[in-house]
T-cell receptor, first 115, second 112 residues
Framework: DVKVTQSSRYLVKRTGEKVFLECVQD?????MFWYRQDPGLGLRLIYF???????EKGDIPEGYSVSREKKERFSLILESASTNQTSMYLC??????????????FGSGTQLSVL | DQQVKQNSPSLSVQEGRISILNCDYT??????FLWYKKYPAEGPTFLIS???IKDKNEDGRFTVFLNKSAKHLSLHIVPSQPGDSAVYFC???????????WGAGTKLIIKP
């Protein structure tokens, strides 16, 4: 059974803390994505990566960075967490074929609260 | 300005009846559309998609209709079952772009 695993289901952090969200996929997918989901706004793309050590900015990259040192792992980093980064964070992966026409496989999400 | 709009935050349908979820878009460059389903405490899962060269795509109980002139697509679920209760997201892309543009979602409640 294919799987995208996010390291934490819930996280509570303080303003100014450095936060790491980890995502691992076991499908040998080339492409990996980080989204945030907020009520009334749908999913918004933060960053994506189509190969190891490659990264591309999505719609809302400000305040975030990413790391893809291994094919199966894609990390999202909040350098200095702020309250407006309180959100549900979703990691996804997709097949080697480029483009959005392939299916995305999502993890269960990390609900981050920044106090 | 949202390019993909799902104007109904929620929809309640009797079990066994047809559920119709709607999605409107503003960007005429979109050429691929997808529907995802999300249960609480889980990530979204792919449901069905349609290319702009088609106006209908069917998969079992799920059918997606695309009206390009109206920039409108709809997802029909027939018959609706209790397990269909979930949030449904519409998403769109263009030119095989990675960046899917998502609607805000519609919460579907199937009443027994």
């Amino acid at each position: 059974d294919v799987k995208v695993t996010q390291s934490s289901r819930y996280l509570v952090k303080r303003t100014g803390e450095k936060v790491f969200l980890e995502c691992v996929q076991d499908m040998d997918h080339e492409n990996m994505f980080w989204y945030r989901q907020d009520p009334g706004l749908g999913l918004r793309l933060i960053y994506f990566s189509y190969d190891v050590k490659m990264k591309e900015k999505g719609d809302i990259p400000e305040g975030y960075s990413v790391s893809r040192e291994k094919k199966e792992r894609f990390s999202l980093i909040l350098e200095s967490a702020s309250t407006n980064q309180t959100s549900m964070y979703l990691c996804a992966s997709s097949s080697p074929k480029r483009g959005a026409s392939e299916k995305l496989f999502f993890g269960s999400g990390t609900q981050l609260s920044v106090l | 300005d949202q390019q993909v709009k799902q104007n109904s935050p929620s929809l309640s349908v009797q079990e066994g009846r047809i559920s119709i979820l709607n999605c409107d878009y503003t960007n005429s460059m979109f050429d691929y559309f997808l529907w995802y389903k999300k249960y609480p405490a889980e990530g979204p899962t792919f449901l069905i998609s349609i290319s702009s060269i088609k106006d209908k795509n069917e998969d079992g109980r799920f059918t997606v209709f695309l009206n390009k002139s109206a920039k409108h697509l709809s997802l029909h679920i027939v018959p609706s079952q209790p397990g269909d209760s979930a949030v449904y997201f519409c998403a769109a892309s263009w030119n095989s772009n990675y960046q899917l543009i998502w609607g805000a979602g519609t919460k579907l409640i199937i009443k027994p």
